[in-house]
């Protein structure tokens, strides 16, 4: 790959993989310019969004659709194509593309027919957010987007509660407040940030424990883009008798005692013991 400006005649066959703006669109590098530029052919989730960044920069690529619900279909010609030598450039509506977004069994493939594919990276909510999150950066985990209902999302976050890192999540305005309520109910009261609208006009980054996010945010401000981050468990930390109280009485709800006693236990910083004296005296009939 050519270090200078990028030509129609320099650039390589392939597959491009274009990072795009999350919001401001300026937030573009120049090789996603110049790729963007000269490419045969852009593969967009939403042509017309796509349009909005070409024109704000000039540019009028050979464009089409390339979202999940015509993927399977078009994947075999896109293919093809760049067997035959064509320079095609994958971008999604926002970010990098395949972060929560189409394009994994493109590269799957193209990587399996030894087309050689290019990263040209850029923006990506998830370490913007992570970034600016205050919350530690050197080790997390990209959890995307949760179950759209309260049980499986419990059980996917179940999944998650262990992990020695931060989390990273994306989520939808219309369903933060009942997912920070479960995130709440199984991590307990985690440091957590939840960042929204980055790099755009209403940009806002809320910053507290999981039980308290929710009530700091107001209103007019559950919508637009967000992302939540939650900080890793505390190993040293020390529940006090309340948050054990909730936790174990929320975990009863759906565990045998050992196992919600085990998994409390691994989360509180208090003794096994205690913890299974408590979670028998809770569900002793009052
Ligand atoms: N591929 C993208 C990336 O690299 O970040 C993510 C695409 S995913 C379909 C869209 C989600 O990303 C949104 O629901 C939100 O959680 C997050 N997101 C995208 N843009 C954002 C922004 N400007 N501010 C906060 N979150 C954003």
């Not at 401001?24 to 969004?49: K, P």
């Not at 035959?84 to 994994?104: F, H, K, M, N």
């Amino acid at each position: 790959m050519p270090q200078g400006g990028i030509t129609s005649d320099t650039l390589a066959p392939g597959l491009y993989l274009v990072a795009t703006p999350i919001g401001n669109l300026r937030d573009i590098t120049l090789r996603a310019l110049d790729v963007l530029g000269v490419a045969d052919l852009v593969l967009a989730e939403d042509t017309r969004m796509s349009r909005r960044l070409f024109d704000a920069h000039g540019l009028r690529p050979k464009c089409t659709a390339y979202h999940e619900h015509n993927a399977d279909k078009r994947r075999e010609g896109v293919l093809r194509s760049l067997e035959e030598g064509a320079r095609i450039a994958l971008v999604s509506d926002a970010g990098t593309p395949l972060i929560s977004d189409p394009g994994y069994k493109l590269v799957r493939e193209a990587a399996g027919r030894g087309i050689d594919i290019f990263a040209i990276p850029g923006p990506s909510a998830t370490l913007a957010a992570l970034t600016v999150s205050g919350l530690p950066t050197d080790r997390f985990f990209f959890a995307g987007f949760l179950p759209p209902k309260s049980v499986a999302r419990k059980r996917a976050l179940e999944g998650l509660k262990t992990i020695p890192a931060s989390l990273v999540f994306y989520e939808s305005p219309t369903r933060i407040e009942a997912s920070l309520t479960d995130m709440t109910a199984v991590f307990g009261p985690r440091p957590a940030a939840l960042a929204r609208e980055l790099t755009k006009r209403f940009e806002t980054i809320y910053r507290a424990p999981l039980d308290q996010l929710g009530t700091l945010i107001p209103d007019n401000e559950r919508r637009g883009e967000m992302v939540v981050i939650v900080g890793p468990p505390d190993k040293d930390a020390h529940w006090d008798a309340e948050q054990v109280d909730r936790a174990l009485t929320e975990a009863l709800t759906h565990q045998s005692l050992k196992s919600a006693v085990d998994e409390i236990t691994g989360l509180c910083g208090l003794a096994r013991r205690d913890v299974y004296r408590r979670a028998l005296d809770l569900q002793k009939p009052s």
